[in-house]
């Protein structure tokens, strides 16, 4: 079993970037598959990332070119890069894993740990 700590979030304007860490803690040995989704107000929660136990990765298409995914396993820490930050962006980010894949999903359902979430806001 795995615990998921999300940091990093904040406020900030379009255009500007924000990196989320994600710390795991508990059975970090096993190379767990990692992602990110997020919650916007009034809306379910939707896949952003995906980072599978062999560094393949899988964004969302409104993301793509914007955000970047990575993993340190050393420090069992999941990033995500989010540069070029839209308004629409402004949600809830959740890091979630499960065991390891060698295929990547976005689906909410093929994650079993999730974290607290973190606020991410842009504002125009």
């Known amino acids: 079993q795995v615990q998921l700590v999300e940091s990093g979030g904040g406020s900030v304007q379009a255009g500007g970037s924000l990196s989320l860490s994600c710390a795991a803690s508990?059975?970090?040995?096993?190379?767990?598959?990692m992602a990110w989704f997020r919650q916007a107000p009034g809306k379910g929660r939707e896949g952003v990332a995906n980072?599978?136990?062999?560094?393949?990765?899988a964004y969302a298409d409104s993301v793509k070119g914007r955000f970047t995914i990575s993993r340190d396993d050393t420090k069992s820490t999941l990033r995500l890069q989010m540069n070029n930050l839209k308004p629409e962006d402004t949600a809830v980010y959740y890091c979630?894993?499960?065991?390891?894949?060698?295929?990547?999903?976005?689906?909410?359902?093929?994650?079993?740990?999730w974290g607290q979430g973190t606020q991410v806001t842009v504002s125009s």
């Open positions: 979630a894993a499960d065991w390891p894949r060698s295929w990547t999903t976005l689906s909410e359902g093929a994650f079993r740990y």
């Open positions: 508990g059975d970090t040995y096993t190379r767990y598959s």
């Open positions: 980072i599978d136990r062999e560094g393949d990765t």
